[in-house]
């Protein structure tokens, strides 16, 4: 097919949605950029894109809902259970480690628009001491999980097409941080284009490329189909997937008391939560509707809601999304089969596109939407929803913002690294001096129980001193 054939063919499966404006320049386009044009038209689903746009009018009706709304079925912190004790818990999920049915899944193909970092956020060097990598950190506890029950945890990796590439190189750079070769599977998720906000058209950011971003976390259950990872993991005989974003370096992978309440009440999807310390905190909030578990976004609670107290004068929707879940395999498979499962949200966004001229715009406001799918969307669908709830100080330290903004920043991040290992250090008999930076890679230690067994008696510790994998008995190799 020549040219012209292409761009005629091309023309017809846009004409029918008003968006023939994206071959404007396809006459000053060489071969190769024709072609990727092209490509990006093909796999578009534009009237899945019109039907989405048209159903943009219709939403949710919050206040009604939060109305409906309740606490989830959790297990708290400061109370035991009648029905699972944590001790029980425990067992049950370290019964089920020892199987080896657990695999691991890092979602990291976000844009990380707001740290500001030019490569993929995984590669930022967190460690306040080591400045290991954030992909580091996780993958090591992952290594240390499997040693610790004696089994392989296979680790799943979900880039984007602009983290792909260098996300495979640094793994491969890095010997995949001790994981052997075939128990690592990273593979892409899916796009979405962006479109004018007022008129719906398509944008370019170049004359040969749409405006393309990630179809968002909740691009994972496809992705998993597509590249076959969920084939693999039942090949593998695995039951359970342990859900964590690329940010959070203080997330303890696979453990063992939240797969045990996991396992023990049935849950097809666990969340891990934190209790809110302000009713208008700007996390998502899980809930419960109509005796379904899922998520009200922080801006779309009425104030009224989130400030409602039950008997106990404690907030009736306390329950603050982590992002740390555990799905069952089997519940995976079964939404898989229904690819609409998950619904697009619309979001107003800033992204830079070429006007009529071919000219670079960059907005200073919003001016397109995005489309985005959230895993959380998954909640209802789920039998038997819970969330367990954790100390946010201990096990959550998301890296989001650029340096020196303040909450969730480099800044931020590293001191609470630091606090939560001085801690541990102090817990396993150890002084150390105020103001010291010290820092413990999962390989030494994946707690302060562990850490006990591995220091000498009384260790002092009077500069900054990173912890590494253990090379005698006792010996810290700093
Ligand atoms: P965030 O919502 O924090 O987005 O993603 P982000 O891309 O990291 O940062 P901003 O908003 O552009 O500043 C939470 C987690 O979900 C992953 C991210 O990589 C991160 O681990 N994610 C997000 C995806 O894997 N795909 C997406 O399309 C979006």
């Known amino acids: 097919m020549n040219a012209n054939e292409k761009k005629q063919q091309l023309l017809d499966r846009l004409k029918p949605y008003g968006q023939e404006h994206v071959l404007r320049f396809w006459d000053q386009l060489s071969d190769e950029g024709r072609q990727r044009l092209a490509r990006q038209i093909e796999q578009l689903d534009l009237a899945q894109l019109d039907a989405i746009l048209r159903c943009e009018q219709v939403s949710e009706d919050w206040a009604a809902l939060a109305q409906r709304a309740c606490g989830p079925p959790a297990f708290r912190l400061d109370r035991e259970d009648e029905r699972i004790s944590r001790q029980q818990a425990r067992q049950r999920g370290e019964q089920e480690l020892r199987t080896g049915c657990l695999g691991v899944v890092i979602v990291a193909g ?109 691009g994972l259950v496809a992705a ?78 009425p104030a009224e809601a989130a400030c409602r107290c039950d008997a106990r004068g404690e907030l009736e929707l306390w329950a603050g999304n982590i992002a740390v879940h555990l799905f069952d395999v089997d519940f995976l498979n079964r939404v898989a089969d229904d690819p609409e499962s ?9 992204v830079p596109y070429l006007d009529e001229q071919g000219r670079r715009v960059e907005p200073s406001e919003p001016n397109a939407i995005k489309f985005e799918r959230f895993i959380f969307d998954l909640l209802p669908m789920a039998q038997q929803a819970i969330v367990v709830e954790v100390d946010p100080r201990r096990v959550f330290a998301p890296l989001k913002n650029a340096p020196g903004s303040g909450q969730w920043s480099p800044e931020t991040v590293r001191q609470q690294m630091i606090e939560l290992h001085t801690e541990w250090l102090r817990e396993a008999g150890a002084t150390v001096d105020p103001g010291v930076a010290v820092e413990i890679s999962p390989l030494f230690a994946l707690d302060a129980e562990q850490l006990r067994e591995r220091i000498p008696a009384k260790l002092r510790v009077c500069q900054p001193m990173y912890f590494a994998e253990v090379t005698g008995r006792g010996k810290p190799n700093v």
């Open 110 to 218: 976000g844009q990380g628009t707001r740290l500001g970092f030019d490569a993929p956020k995984g590669l930022f060097p967190i460690g306040p001491v080591s400045e290991a990598s954030l992909f580091q950190i996780l993958v090591e506890k992952v290594v240390a999980l499997g040693r610790r029950y004696g089994v392989r945890v296979p680790l799943y990796v979900m880039t984007s097409p602009a983290t792909h590439r260098a996300t495979v190189d640094f793994f491969a750079d890095h010997d995949c941080f001790g994981l052997p070769g075939e128990s690592v599977r990273i593979f892409s998720q899916g796009t979405m284009p962006a479109v004018d906000a007022r008129t719906h058209r398509l944008l370019l950011a170049e004359k040969d490329s749409l405006a393309l971003s990630p179809d968002g976390h909740g």
């Open 342 to 350: 998950l619904p697009f949200h619309l979001a107003r966004k800033k």
């Open 224 to 301: 998993l189909v597509r590249s076959g990872a969920l084939e693999d993991m039942q090949r593998r005989g695995l039951k359970h997937l342990f859900y964590m974003q690329v940010d959070n370096p203080l997330v303890e992978v696979g453990e063992p008391t939240f797969l045990g309440y996991h396992i023990l009440s049935g849950s097809e999807l666990s969340t891990q939560v934190k209790a809110k310390t302000d009713p208008e905190e700007k996390v998502g909030n899980v809930v419960s509707v109509d005796g379904h578990v899922r998520i009200i976004e922080y801006s779309d609670l």
